[in-house]
């Protein structure tokens, strides 16, 4: 009799059938049903249709090329031209509770594969990944191999992917899923700001999302298949030659998260759930994500010792909890042409090294973080001029700079070795608690033989070391702004800095992507100058800071430098966000569009949510739209300034809201009575 594997999540359930010998069909991946659902084979409940093969071929686990399967295969390899074919010759499963492996032999290609799937109950997010061994003689040489393939249903329609570029990620892309196979592919080394590596799917009743935990090359398509529905296929880009496993050599694809909800907010609220579970918090335990001040915008690459205290001084003054000293701290390096690799302090700025400044900020009672940017070397440094052949290349080809910086092979031991030695000995003399650690440059010349795998493979493993070493150290995940924000990544470090672009009309847009994939306590926004530097617009205190308030909020402008009014200003909103962040970096988050270009968010519970209302272009309408608080419970009551609401009118009817000119917002606080 055939045998069903089925893992129930608590809004979500996907069935295996586990025909002998074969890899397991998808039966069923969506919201949740109910236990113990009978089942027939597949085969045995469709027949046969014309011009078919007479072994029907349905949509496995693991679809394999050459054998029947004409839908995209899991895996392309081959052995100098042979063993192209992929069939599971044997296969066998094993389920831990909410945790399923399923192994795979095919004696003819001489290939094993074993899947992991994990229904985490708590989110509802199945996290699926692939391991590959070689049991062939020859190197296989492997082309693509999914880190996990699931089905969606037929009437998937809409796919919303993001796009973008330095100072304008998650730019929301919409495409109608047809029976044309739609693809995105990232081969720019990292993340990347162009192209977020993963996607929402709308389709009748239900909502599907998935992401890929990897932070380098990327490949994701959904294609129609003959029975109507979909396969969507996630895993790593690979580039031709990159993976050559040897006789009895494995190699495991990142993990594929996916997950699916009543709509996108279920979606967000499933993934910001299975993101808090992989981060690692020093101490076990994540604490108030502290105010930032960052140096960057306020100072660039001009430190000064003294102005940096005064800075220090006016921080602490208004409530800023952690500061950190972004690029410019280094050795020589007083624009973005040297000293990238060069990492110990510059006498001429700090004549008696970072010390002095680290030890006045910790006496105000703040953290002290510090810039790095440890993959990444100038050709005018010390380290260049040491070891040229320790950057990145590709024989007979010139090396390409990018912000007149190159890129170190990482995979080397040395290089490591020499990174690990030199940010260790910073975080051993110094009082760090904090390392922002950039990525200012994709990818080009990767090698003889492409290394962009093993590139992202020994940044996460230098980021594991160090904090091996240095367990009180958390990190944040940068790349000339978002172009490292992924799963991957977020086990290694505790914050993405979200994008360079710190105006609050182009951030309003950037985080509603950005929440759509990752939790905001992970979020950094900070209330910038205005006008804004990367955009030149000009937004009042207020709008700047109930934009970045949700996030993991921070300054980044010269403090000494507001006048008194914005001043005082600042501080009320770095108050207000000590006084709310426990909320929002613990709640859901749910976002809308009302009508007429009003957009909102809300983060919370039932008992009661915190409200923000933006408002980016003028309202055109004579009166400001209803917002609907569709999360709110319609049997309870609740209070907004002072005025009892019954929930089913804010449910079914919606809030009242003022009318509000362009680039403000509204906070409201929605509270269970
Ligand atoms: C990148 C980062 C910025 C800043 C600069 C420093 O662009 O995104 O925040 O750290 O590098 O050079």
């Avoid at 590596?197 to 490949?219: D, M």
Wanted: proline residues 5%; glycine residues 10%.
């Amino acid at each position: 009799m055939t045998q069903f594997l089925t893992l129930h999540g608590t809004a979500v359930s996907l069935i295996l059938e586990l025909p002998e010998g074969e890899a397991p069909l998808w039966r069923y991946w969506g919201r949740r049903l109910p236990d113990g659902v009978a089942l027939q084979p597949i085969r045995a409940s469709r027949p046969t249709p014309s011009f078919s093969l007479d072994f029907d071929q349905p949509l496995s686990l693991f679809p394999g090329l050459g054998v029947g399967w004409f839908g995209e295969s899991a895996l392309l390899a081959h052995r100098a031209g042979r063993d192209w074919t992929f069939q599971a010759t044997s296969s066998a499963v094993e389920q831990d509770g909410q945790t399923a492996t399923m192994w795979l032999t095919d004696d003819v290609a001489k290939i094993a594969v074993a899947i992991t799937l994990n229904l985490d109950s708590q989110s509802d997010v199945l996290t699926v990944s692939t391991t590959l061994t070689n049991l062939g003689d020859a190197i296989l040489d492997v082309q693509w191999l999914a880190a996990g393939v699931v089905p969606l249903p037929g009437d998937a329609c809409e796919v919303h992917s993001f796009g973008g570029r330095h100072n304008d990620e998650f730019v929301p892309i919409t495409d109608q899923l047809t029976r044309s196979t739609w693809r995105r592919e990232n081969r720019r080394g990292l993340t990347s700001h162009a192209c977020f590596p993963g996607a929402i799917v709308a389709a009748a009743g239900a909502t599907y999302g998935a992401q890929l935990a990897w932070s380098g090359n990327h490949r994701q398509s959904i294609e129609w298949i003959d029975d109507g529905r979909f396969q969507w296929q996630m895993g790593e880009w690979l580039a031709p030659g990159e993976i050559w496993l040897a006789a009895g050599e494995s190699i495991t694809t990142p993990e594929m998260l996916a997950t699916c909800g009543i709509d996108a907010n279920a979606v967000a609220q499933n993934f910001h759930s299975a993101i808090r579970q992989r981060i690692t918090w020093p101490g076990g335990k994540m604490k108030p994500r502290p105010v930032h001040l960052n140096t960057w915008e306020g100072f660039y690459f001009n430190h000064d010792e003294a102005a940096l205290m005064e800075l220090a001084d006016a921080g602490a003054a208004v409530g800023i909890e952690r500061f950190v000293l972004d690029d410019g701290w280094f050795a020589g390096r007083n624009d973005d042409t040297s000293s990238l690799g060069d990492w110990w302090t510059d006498t001429a700025k700090y004549p008696n090294g970072l010390r002095p400044l680290a030890e006045h900020v910790t006496g105000l009672g703040m953290e002290f973080g510090l810039w790095v940017e440890p993959e990444m070397v100038n050709p005018d440094s010390a380290l260049y001029r040491a070891h040229p052949d320790w950057a990145l290349a590709t024989p007979g080809r010139p090396g390409i700079t990018a912000r007149n910086q190159l890129v170190l092979d990482m995979a080397k031991p040395e290089v490591s070795d020499y990174l690990f030695d030199k940010i260790a000995a910073l975080l051993k003399d110094l009082p760090i608690t904090y390392l922002k650690w950039d990525h200012n440059r994709d990818l080009t010349t990767a090698g003889a033989q492409p290394r962009y795998h093993k590139q992202v493979e020994a940044a996460y493993a230098l980021m594991a070391r160090l904090r091996a070493a240095f367990p009180h150290v958390e990190i944040e995940a940068c790349a000339g702004g978002g172009g490292r924000i992924d799963a991957g990544i977020i086990r290694h470090t505790h914050r993405f800095w979200t994008s360079d672009n710190i105006d609050a009309v182009s951030r309003v847009s950037i985080q509603r992507g950005f929440l759509q994939f990752m939790p905001p306590e992970v979020m950094g926004s900070h209330i910038g100058a205005s006008p804004a530097h990367a955009t030149g617009r000009s937004q009042s205190m207020d709008f700047r800071g109930a934009v970045a308030l949700p996030g993991h909020f921070g300054v980044e402008l010269d403090v000494r430098k507001l006048d008194e009014r914005d001043r005082t200003k600042l501080a009320e909103w770095i108050a207000t966000y000590k006084a709310h962040r426990d909320r929002m970096h613990h709640g859901k988050v749910w976002q809308g569009d009302g009508d007429d270009g009003l957009l909102w968010q809300a983060h919370g519970d039932a008992d009661g949510i915190l409200l923000f209302v933006y408002r980016v272009a003028p309202q055109s309408h004579r009166h400001a739209p209803l917002v609907r608080l569709s999360m709110l419970d319609p049997k309870r009551r609740y209070g907004i300034d002072g005025i009892e609401y019954g929930g089913a009118w804010l449910v079914q009817h919606g809030l009242s809201l003022p009318p509000l000119k362009a680039e403000t917002s509204l906070m409201i606080e929605v509270t269970a009575l």
